[in-house]
């Protein structure tokens, strides 16, 4: 594999006439110190199986497969096909798949065996995909994942922080969750207009039930869509008082403050009552 004589992303992206396309929310990152720290912190390496969603260029592509992991690109923008095709040529261990990877049989791809999920994800989708991840039929074994700072906030902060609400309560009901690295704006091309953040998952051992994640789902979606009400307010079409007494909660207090064992059990306390 002789990535070093392929052209630079920028070349690349110059020789194919290529730029990124709004619509997709794309920003490319071209820098290879940063795509190869990335790929560091996802801690893969030879004989691991790698998932990469919007692998654009393919900057952080190169930086995987120079770790021998083993790769497969899921793009949406076939734009990208024959300067993702360049690299495929030289790099046995890439495999390009191109179609919405909201879509994508991930338990297919990885052909029955554990998978890691690395990439900087579009950011119209993110958050679509890591609940599409962490709730569905397929979990990976672990995701490193490049996000809008806020959105890694939403996932990261506890209860009673300012970003803490249901995206941090399923992520951390199934994961560790920890943030690992910053990006400033400038490091993309185009640069957005908020800075970034690589936050890395590592999926619980004994993750919650179908049944649960369900149930979870639910209790979140109605506690924090009224966050500033009481939960006895918010949770009133799912059994009010009863429930949260049930789940040995106090009526009184926020969601936002609420911690994740707490929504576990109203979730808990909901499905005993069905």
């Given at each position: 594999?002789?990535?070093?004589?392929?052209?630079?992303?920028?070349?690349?992206?110059?020789?194919?006439?290529?730029?990124?396309?709004?619509?997709?929310?794309?920003?490319?990152?071209?820098?290879?110190?940063?795509?190869?720290?990335?790929?560091?912190?996802?801690?893969?390496?030879?004989?691991?199986?790698?998932?990469?969603?919007?692998?654009?260029?393919?900057?952080?592509?190169?930086?995987?497969?120079?770790?021998?992991?083993?790769?497969?690109?899921?793009?949406?923008?076939?734009?990208?096909?024959?300067?993702?095709q360049e690299v495929?040529?030289?790099?046995?261990?890439?495999?390009?798949?191109?179609?919405?990877?909201?879509?994508?049989?991930?338990?297919?791809?990885?052909?029955?065996?554990?998978?890691?999920?690395?990439?900087?994800?579009?950011?119209?989708?993110?958050?679509?995909?890591?609940?599409?991840?962490?709730?569905?039929?397929?979990?990976?074994?672990?995701?490193?994942?490049?996000?809008?700072?806020?959105?890694?906030?939403?996932?990261?902060?506890?209860?009673?922080?300012?970003?803490?609400?249901?995206?941090?309560?399923?992520?951390?009901?199934?994961?560790?969750?920890?943030?690992?690295?910053?990006?400033?704006?400038?490091?993309?091309?185009?640069?957005?207009?908020?800075?970034?953040?690589?936050?890395?998952?590592?999926?619980?051992?004994?993750?919650?039930?179908?049944?649960?994640?369900?149930?979870?789902?639910?209790?979140?979606?109605?506690?924090?869509?009224?966050?500033?009400?009481?939960?006895?307010?918010?949770?009133?079409?799912?059994g009010g008082e009863?429930?949260?007494?049930?789940?040995?909660?106090?009526?009184?207090?926020?969601?936002?403050?609420?911690?994740?064992?707490?929504?576990?059990?109203?979730?808990?306390?909901?499905?005993?009552?069905?």
């Open positions: 594999m002789i990535l070093e004589n392929l052209p630079t992303l920028r070349e690349a992206l110059e020789a194919h006439g290529l730029m990124a396309k709004k619509a997709f929310g794309q920003h490319f990152l071209l820098d290879l110190n940063i795509t190869r720290k990335i790929a560091r912190l996802a801690n893969v390496g030879e004989g691991d199986h790698v998932i990469e969603v919007g692998p654009g260029p393919g900057g952080l592509t190169r930086a995987l497969l120079e770790t021998g992991a083993r790769v497969t690109a899921i793009e949406k923008d076939e734009r990208f096909a024959p300067l993702l495929a040529d030289v790099a046995p261990g890439l495999t390009l798949v191109f179609g919405d990877a909201l879509k994508a049989d991930e338990a297919t791809i990885a052909e029955g065996q554990p998978a890691h999920v690395v990439s900087n994800l579009p950011y119209n989708v993110g958050t679509p995909l890591l609940i599409k991840w962490l709730t569905g039929p397929w979990t990976p074994k672990s995701l490193t994942l490049m996000f809008q700072r806020e959105v890694a906030d939403r996932i990261t902060e506890g209860p009673g922080e300012e970003a803490y609400g249901r995206l941090a309560v399923i992520v951390q009901a199934t994961c560790q969750a920890q943030r690992v690295m910053d990006a400033p704006a400038r490091a993309f091309t185009p640069p957005p207009k908020v800075d970034s953040a690589v936050v890395h998952l590592k999926p619980l051992a004994e993750r919650p039930s179908q049944q649960r994640l369900d149930a979870l789902q639910r209790i979140t979606a109605a506690a924090f869509g009224q966050r500033r009400k009481m939960l006895r307010s918010s949770l009133k079409v799912l009863d429930l949260i007494a049930a789940a040995g909660l106090d009526p009184q207090v926020r969601a936002e403050v609420v911690p994740v064992d707490g929504f576990l059990a109203l979730a808990d306390a909901w499905l005993a009552r069905r």
